[in-house]
């Protein structure tokens, strides 16, 4: 078994899966109360790993509640996933479970209004894959190297003694793919691909799985993106190369769209080949800005991001800014421009 990218030995990582496994499972046979949550805003790997587990830990016979952090909206491109419709909002949770599950949040910030239950929780257990966890909770299972956070869901389920079905393995599946970038990315492994063909053998339709991801959007989304395209800046003096552009909630919504689905610009603005890092700036309606940084291989944008107070991978990264859009950019440029 290979080392994790932090140097520690997989033996260590099987260790770790085996302690959150063991935890859930006496969770389950007592029949306690176990809270599930992804990060604010979850992505398709946050939800997928919400999702699959909560399903897992009931057919083992916990008391199970799936939620995330306000706002509590999921966009249509998500909503389909199963299970999706039992979610939970973050209120209607009990406030000291037995059990609280954090799913793909990169720090406690990221858990929002729920980041308290990792305290009041008699037990708390961290499933995380991002380089830039600092380390949070009781019960941790974070592997740096893996492609997705569902893949160590699926270690847990397999620990549980759950037999993946078509259900679990949409859930599993679209957080594999949107997390690899349909196996794009550089942390697509020899394994990642063995894990999909696992999947893929309990009959899931993954061809559907990737078009209600990836290719299914309205139609307002077409003028929301000639707009966005239309005003990117592309600073190549600046680190290794720098694209960026901007849209924000109410712009969205000026062509009939949810702000969730400002998450889909970074894809675009990364294509362009003379920057090695893509930004995009998304205008909330609080008047900050939510930050999405792409990298091309050159830069660490984990460590910027960390920089300005967020995380993430190198390759993917973000952060929140209450400064000025002009003053945001500004920030970002000095941070590439030091590295």
Known sequence: MSPASDGRPAADLAAATRSAAAVLAEAAQSRATVVLSGHVQP????????????????????????????????????????????????????????????????????????????????????????????????????????????????????????????????????????????????????????????????????AAISRRLFDTAPFGWLGLLSVVAGRAALEPEVGAGLVWTWSSTAEAAEHGLPGEQLEALVDVVRSAEEADVACVLKGQDDGSWSVSLRSRGATDVARVAMALGGGGHRAAAGYTSSADREGTVAALRAQLCTR
Not at 168 to 192: H, I, V, W
Request: overall charge negative; hydrophobic content about 45%; some cysteine.
């Open 43 to 206: 992505d398709a790997d946050a939800l997928g790993s919400t999702l699959a587990l909560a399903e897992g830990l009931r057919r083992r016979g916990a008391r199970v509640l799936a939620t995330f952090p306000g706002p509590f909206t999921l966009p249509a491109s998500l909503g389909w996933i199963p299970g999706a419709d039992g979610l939970v909002p973050a209120d209607a949770v009990p406030s000291s479970p037995d059990v609280f599950v954090s799913l793909d949040a990169a720090s406690p910030g990221r858990l929002g209004e729920l980041a308290g239950l990792l305290d009041r929780a008699m037990t708390s257990v961290v499933v995380d894959h991002h380089a830039s966890n600092p380390g949070f909770g009781q019960v941790r299972l974070v592997d740096p190297t893996a492609p997705a956070t569902v893949t160590l869901v699926a270690d847990l389920l397999d620990g549980l003694g759950v037999t993946l079905d078509r259900q679990l393995a949409t859930c599993l599946y679209a957080g594999l793919a949107a997390d690899t970038g349909s196996f794009r990315f550089g942390s697509t492994r020899p394994e990642t691909h063995e894990f999909a063909a696992r999947l893929l053998g309990t009959g899931i339709d993954h």
